[in-house]
């Protein structure tokens, strides 16, 4: 990875006129003055309980949480959507008691002081100097309309009185900390002119900017791709030894905690149930929903699914030179095309009836745009897909309605893929109305009540608002939807990215049941190896728009051959600490 | 940059020659609008018709006319004349346009200086009594006509007929130069009936964009960071919240320098507007004609400066 130049040469600024600059005396590698060790825990939280107030009464999603934190101990919260971790962090630096119906209760000792007892004056004051924070999506956590440097320099300003200069000289050593190339010219960049990874890292940088004694880190590798993952978890517990800070890391992905953290407590429901060394936690969960989360996990080294029976068939799809360019254009009056950004640059493959066949790649790499591409969503620029013989581009009308009932898509987001206004029932019916498959009514109410009962809900429900369904149901009602027609081909963009580590196992394991049960074939795009390691019998990795690998599932995980195919396997988070676990098991 | 700046001109430009060509068609081609006839007003015989006919240059081909119309209107600024008074549109325009100005721009610093403010105390304190009130206030100025609202306040205040004789009343413009006391005060209740509107839907705009800003993820981090509260709301929120406010509001500026009809109607400033409307009662086409001119070239040079200042204000759409 690029380290750039942070770590060794960062010196401490010359001490012109000491006096509150001497705050930033720093020396490299770790051996600030900080005492440690006597006794005294950084953090305290004791019975903290976070609850809003509505219609319906007051929720507690935060329900009598208990912890400690050394100073420079590195903490990890795990736990799944709604367990009450985010806002555990987000109370420790005080940011939920002045929301809106909130009630906040407990005690957060921070070196002694309760936090929420100070007052809001003293708060601020702790705030982003002694405690920082680093959230999940740097894109919309920094402000859009400031350059990152003004937004480093504010933070620094906000708790020190320098002069703009020298902040922003600071700003530079930061981002250069951080390992940002360049940061003298990058310091003046806007955040959407920085990659993804580079923006967490100037995030860091900011959080970083007063050098706090503890620094809680929310999700704040889960916006990112995975090979850019490592580097940020890398750069965090490298920045933890050399500045001896203390780490909060809250995360859904156990491999992810299990790489930065020495201690980790899983939550549920707003509770801590299980407390335990990460080595330890792995190796022998006590609580029952620790032990099933770890099972949920999908792995890379899990075993691959049963091989097909062979079957000298036609090929279902057919992929031959496929590229795509989306057009940049410049002119004044007269619009031109001047050069195109490529999106699929030439790829091959071919599909087989009743194979899973995965697309791996991280974000920018066109698997998307090829599940576009196949679906007919888009035109290509040049190249064929052929589905069962015919060329798919081709298609205008009457043809092209056909393909679309023999090729559905189920979609990432099974939030905003749902019509809020519509049933669960009249969603799943509906493809049998627009394909006239079924015209009457009653009958198309029955094959919904079916389909619902297929994907593992229940026909009851039919009646219900996809709000009204929790996200991994909801993702249900998309497969089923999908299924309606029973279509020859599904493409599957992301299925379960947007769910839960064990809902996301239970929508794994219902396509891998649909797919022995009702014969479909499949072709299934993720960014995650464990996910498609788990479901797909052959698979393409996708790197800049090409197929830079194709290989069976055991090949390609046993013997990857393309040098960016074992950077991505390397880069999965908690390789180490799960071949562990599956030796000892 | 100045690509940009220089297509947005350009494409401005393109519609302003499309818009004269459709005045063109509206004013010289329709059957209910031809010139020599109106011209000629009600004792009109065939040979005086013909006579203006000829003047005006209506025998020449349709081409020809057009092509004259279009290199009198863009080189020259050459509107014609009224017909009613027979003076030349131009220097009419010219002579209403600074009680346009003085109108329009008055008005929205106004507007700006009440609803901002408001709108952004009704966002910061969302449901409380203050922000009922304000947004109920409203409301109510929003749904309330210009041209009502200007008799009430004519009514109430107006120092010639009112209950509190507090500013002139209508009637009583003065130029800037000439009298910038009675300048200054004779605008007072036009500005203010002009502004109560727009202040009230700039407060609206302002407290709705406020709101949803002040959720975004970067006032999470801003008070995270320690930025004391004051500061997270102007430079984090107000700042992003502002930025669609401001093109709205170089819109409505543009519409208003049009003339604000009704306005300067009631309280008889010899605006743009005034011009319009007393026009439109004579059916003078000529003036009808420049003041809608006038109009889209206001609309047509707010949009580009929207554009330009957009692109100075969001870096995002910068390069886009």
């Given at each position: 990875m690029s380290r750039g130049p942070g770590s060794g040469d960062w010196e401490p600024e010359p001490r012109a006129g000491a006096g509150r600059d001497a705050a930033f005396s720093v020396s490299a590698g770790g051996a600030r003055a900080r005492v440690r060790g006597d006794g005294e825990p950084l953090l305290r939280v004791r019975d903290l309980r976070v609850g809003f107030s509505g219609e319906e009464g007051t929720a507690w999603p935060v329900d009598g949480v208990s912890f400690g934190l050394a100073r420079g101990g590195a903490l990890g919260i795990v736990g799944e959507s709604g367990s009450g971790k985010s806002l555990t962090a987000l109370s420790v630096l005080g940011l939920?008691?002045?929301?809106?119906g909130a009630h906040v209760s407990g005690c957060i000792e921070f070196e002694g002081r309760d936090l929420l007892a100070v007052p809001e004056p003293r708060l601020r004051e702790i705030r982003g100097n002694e405690i920082a924070m680093v959230f999940q999506d740097p894109l919309s956590s920094l402000h859009p309309l400031y350059r990152i440097g003004a937004q480093i320099v504010e933070a620094i300003r906000a708790h020190r009185p320098l002069p703009k200069a020298r902040a922003r000289a600071r700003a530079i050593e930061l981002l250069e900390l951080v390992g940002i190339p360049d940061p003298a010219r990058r310091v003046d960049a806007y955040p959407h002119e920085l990659s993804g990874g580079q923006r967490q890292r100037a995030m860091i940088a900011m959080a970083l900017a007063n050098e706090p004694k503890l620094l809680l880190a929310d999700?704040?590798?889960?916006?990112?791709d995975v090979t850019v993952q490592a580097q940020i978890l890398d750069l965090l517990v490298r920045l933890r030894r050399e500045l001896s800070m203390a780490l909060v890391f809250v995360t859904h992905d156990l491999g992810v905690v299990a790489e930065v953290a020495d201690e980790v407590l899983v939550m549920q429901r707003g509770r801590i149930v299980e407390r335990a060394s990460a080595a330890k936690l792995f190796d022998s969960p006590t609580h029952p929903y620790t032990r099933r989360l770890l099972a949920a996990m999908p792995t890379i080294d899990g075993p691959p699914p049963p091989p097909l029976p062979a079957k000298d068939a036609e090929p279902l799809l057919r992929v031959r030179g496929l590229v795509k360019h989306f057009p940049i254009t410049r002119g004044v009056i007269v619009r031109r095309r001047v050069g195109a950004v490529t999106a699929v640059e030439g790829i091959d493959f071919e599909v087989m009836p009743g194979e899973t066949f995965g697309i791996v790649g991280e974000s920018g790499s066109g698997k998307t745009t090829t599940a576009r591409l196949i679906a007919r969503l888009l035109a290509p620029t040049a190249g064929e897909v052929s589905f069962q013989g015919r060329d798919v581009a081709a298609l205008r009308g009457r043809e092209l309605k056909a393909l679309r009932r023999e090729l559905q898509m189920i979609f990432q987001d099974p939030y905003s893929s749902l019509n809020p206004r519509k049933t669960a029932g009249s969603i799943v019916a509906e493809p049998l109305a627009v394909h006239r498959v079924e015209p009457d009514r009653a009958r198309r109410r029955r094959a919904a009540e079916r389909l619902l009962e297929t994907v593992g809900l229940n026909p009851g429900d039919r009646n219900r608002y996809p709000h009204e369904f929790s996200g991994g149901q909801r993702q249900r009602i998309g497969i089923a939807r999908a299924l309606a027609l029973e279509p020859k081909l599904i493409v599957a963009d992301e299925p379960v990215s947007a769910l839960d580590v064990s809902i996301q196992a239970q929508v794994l394991e219902l396509l891998r049941s649909l797919r022995e049960r009702l014969g479909l074939t499949l072709i299934l795009i993720s960014h995650d190896l464990s996910v498609v390691r788990h479901m797909c019998d052959r698979i393409a990795v996708m790197h800049e728009g090409r197929i830079v690998e194709l290989a069976a599932n055991e090949d390609l995980y046993g013997a990857p051959r393309d040098p960016y195919t074992r950077e991505l396997l390397a880069a999965v988070p908690g390789a180490r600490q799960l071949d562990r676990r599956t030796i000892h098991a | 940059m100045s690509r940009y700046i220089l297509r947005r001109v350009l494409w401005g430009l393109l519609l302003l020659i499309l818009v004269s060509a459709l005045t063109f068609v509206l004013f010289r081609i329709l059957p209910t609008a031809d010139p020599a006839r109106l011209r000629a007003g009600r004792n009109a015989n065939p040979k005086v018709i013909a006579e203006i006919r000829a003047n005006l240059g209506l025998n020449k081909p349709l081409l020809d006319q057009f092509w004259l119309y279009m290199k009198g209107l863009f080189l020259h600024f050459d509107l014609g004349y009224s017909y009613y008074s027979g003076a030349s549109v131009r220097s009419l325009l010219f002579d209403r346009l600074p009680a346009t100005l003085s109108l329009t721009i008055g008005a929205a610093i106004l507007w700006m200086a009440i609803g901002l403010p408001v709108g952004i105390v009704s966002a910061l304190r969302r449901r409380s009594r203050l922000d009922r009130a304000s947004m109920g206030a409203s409301l109510l100025l929003v749904s309330a006509p210009e041209y009502w609202l200007g008799l009430i306040v004519l009514y109430l205040?107006?120092?010639?007929?009112?209950?509190?004789?507090?500013f002139p009343g209508a009637g009583s413009y003065a130029g800037l130069t000439a009298d910038p006391t009675k300048w200054l005060t004779s605008l007072m209740l036009p500005w203010m009936v002009l502004a109560a509107g727009f202040a009230a839907v700039y407060a609206r705009l302002m407290r709705t964009s406020l709101i949803e800003t002040m959720g975004e993820d970067y006032i999470r981090t801003a008070r995270a960071k320690g930025v004391p509260e004051r500061q997270v709301v102007l430079r984090h929120g107000v700042r992003a919240a502002i930025t669609p406010i401001l093109t709205i509001f170089a819109l409505d500026v543009g519409v208003l320098l049009g003339g604000a009809v009704l306005v300067e109607t009631v309280f008889d400033i010899p605006g743009i507007g005034r011009l319009n409307y007393d026009a439109i009662t004579h059916a003078d086409f000529p003036i009808i004609q420049g003041t809608v001119l006038l109009a889209a070239l206001f609309i047509i040079v707010a949009n580009i400066l929207v554009d330009i200042v957009y692109a100075y204000l969001d870096p995002r759409v910068r390069f886009s």
């Amino acid at each position: 990875m690029s380290r750039g130049p942070g770590s060794g040469d960062w010196e401490p600024e010359p001490r012109a006129g000491a006096g509150r600059d001497a705050a930033f005396s720093v020396s490299a590698g770790g051996a600030r003055a900080r005492v440690r060790g006597d006794g005294e825990p950084l953090l305290r939280v004791r019975d903290l309980r976070v609850g809003f107030s509505g219609e319906e009464g007051t929720a507690w999603p935060v329900d009598g949480v208990s912890f400690g934190l050394a100073r420079g101990g590195a903490l990890g919260i795990v736990g799944e959507s709604g367990s009450g971790k985010s806002l555990t962090a987000l109370s420790v630096l005080g940011l939920t008691r002045t929301a809106p119906g909130a009630h906040v209760s407990g005690c957060i000792e921070f070196e002694g002081r309760d936090l929420l007892a100070v007052p809001e004056p003293r708060l601020r004051e702790i705030r982003g100097n002694e405690i920082a924070m680093v959230f999940q999506d740097p894109l919309s956590s920094l402000h859009p309309l400031y350059r990152i440097g003004a937004q480093i320099v504010e933070a620094i300003r906000a708790h020190r009185p320098l002069p703009k200069a020298r902040a922003r000289a600071r700003a530079i050593e930061l981002l250069e900390l951080v390992g940002i190339p360049d940061p003298a010219r990058r310091v003046d960049a806007y955040p959407h002119e920085l990659s993804g990874g580079q923006r967490q890292r100037a995030m860091i940088a900011m959080a970083l900017a007063n050098e706090p004694k503890l620094l809680l880190a929310d999700e704040p590798t889960t916006a990112l791709d995975v090979t850019v993952q490592a580097q940020i978890l890398d750069l965090l517990v490298r920045l933890r030894r050399e500045l001896s800070m203390a780490l909060v890391f809250v995360t859904h992905d156990l491999g992810v905690v299990a790489e930065v953290a020495d201690e980790v407590l899983v939550m549920q429901r707003g509770r801590i149930v299980e407390r335990a060394s990460a080595a330890k936690l792995f190796d022998s969960p006590t609580h029952p929903y620790t032990r099933r989360l770890l099972a949920a996990m999908p792995t890379i080294d899990g075993p691959p699914p049963p091989p097909l029976p062979a079957k000298d068939a036609e090929p279902l799809l057919r992929v031959r030179g496929l590229v795509k360019h989306f057009p940049i254009t410049r002119g004044v009056i007269v619009r031109r095309r001047v050069g195109a950004v490529t999106a699929v640059e030439g790829i091959d493959f071919e599909v087989m009836p009743g194979e899973t066949f995965g697309i791996v790649g991280e974000s920018g790499s066109g698997k998307t745009t090829t599940a576009r591409l196949i679906a007919r969503l888009l035109a290509p620029t040049a190249g064929e897909v052929s589905f069962q013989g015919r060329d798919v581009a081709a298609l205008r009308g009457r043809e092209l309605k056909a393909l679309r009932r023999e090729l559905q898509m189920i979609f990432q987001d099974p939030y905003s893929s749902l019509n809020p206004r519509k049933t669960a029932g009249s969603i799943v019916a509906e493809p049998l109305a627009v394909h006239r498959v079924e015209p009457d009514r009653a009958r198309r109410r029955r094959a919904a009540e079916r389909l619902l009962e297929t994907v593992g809900l229940n026909p009851g429900d039919r009646n219900r608002y996809p709000h009204e369904f929790s996200g991994g149901q909801r993702q249900r009602i998309g497969i089923a939807r999908a299924l309606a027609l029973e279509p020859k081909l599904i493409v599957a963009d992301e299925p379960v990215s947007a769910l839960d580590v064990s809902i996301q196992a239970q929508v794994l394991e219902l396509l891998r049941s649909l797919r022995e049960r009702l014969g479909l074939t499949l072709i299934l795009i993720s960014h995650d190896l464990s996910v498609v390691r788990h479901m797909c019998d052959r698979i393409a990795v996708m790197h800049e728009g090409r197929i830079v690998e194709l290989a069976a599932n055991e090949d390609l995980y046993g013997a990857p051959r393309d040098p960016y195919t074992r950077e991505l396997l390397a880069a999965v988070p908690g390789a180490r600490q799960l071949d562990r676990r599956t030796i000892h098991a | 940059m100045s690509r940009y700046i220089l297509r947005r001109v350009l494409w401005g430009l393109l519609l302003l020659i499309l818009v004269s060509a459709l005045t063109f068609v509206l004013f010289r081609i329709l059957p209910t609008a031809d010139p020599a006839r109106l011209r000629a007003g009600r004792n009109a015989n065939p040979k005086v018709i013909a006579e203006i006919r000829a003047n005006l240059g209506l025998n020449k081909p349709l081409l020809d006319q057009f092509w004259l119309y279009m290199k009198g209107l863009f080189l020259h600024f050459d509107l014609g004349y009224s017909y009613y008074s027979g003076a030349s549109v131009r220097s009419l325009l010219f002579d209403r346009l600074p009680a346009t100005l003085s109108l329009t721009i008055g008005a929205a610093i106004l507007w700006m200086a009440i609803g901002l403010p408001v709108g952004i105390v009704s966002a910061l304190r969302r449901r409380s009594r203050l922000d009922r009130a304000s947004m109920g206030a409203s409301l109510l100025l929003v749904s309330a006509p210009e041209y009502w609202l200007g008799l009430i306040v004519l009514y109430l205040f107006a120092s010639d007929i009112g209950q509190l004789r507090v500013f002139p009343g209508a009637g009583s413009y003065a130029g800037l130069t000439a009298d910038p006391t009675k300048w200054l005060t004779s605008l007072m209740l036009p500005w203010m009936v002009l502004a109560a509107g727009f202040a009230a839907v700039y407060a609206r705009l302002m407290r709705t964009s406020l709101i949803e800003t002040m959720g975004e993820d970067y006032i999470r981090t801003a008070r995270a960071k320690g930025v004391p509260e004051r500061q997270v709301v102007l430079r984090h929120g107000v700042r992003a919240a502002i930025t669609p406010i401001l093109t709205i509001f170089a819109l409505d500026v543009g519409v208003l320098l049009g003339g604000a009809v009704l306005v300067e109607t009631v309280f008889d400033i010899p605006g743009i507007g005034r011009l319009n409307y007393d026009a439109i009662t004579h059916a003078d086409f000529p003036i009808i004609q420049g003041t809608v001119l006038l109009a889209a070239l206001f609309i047509i040079v707010a949009n580009i400066l929207v554009d330009i200042v957009y692109a100075y204000l969001d870096p995002r759409v910068r390069f886009s």
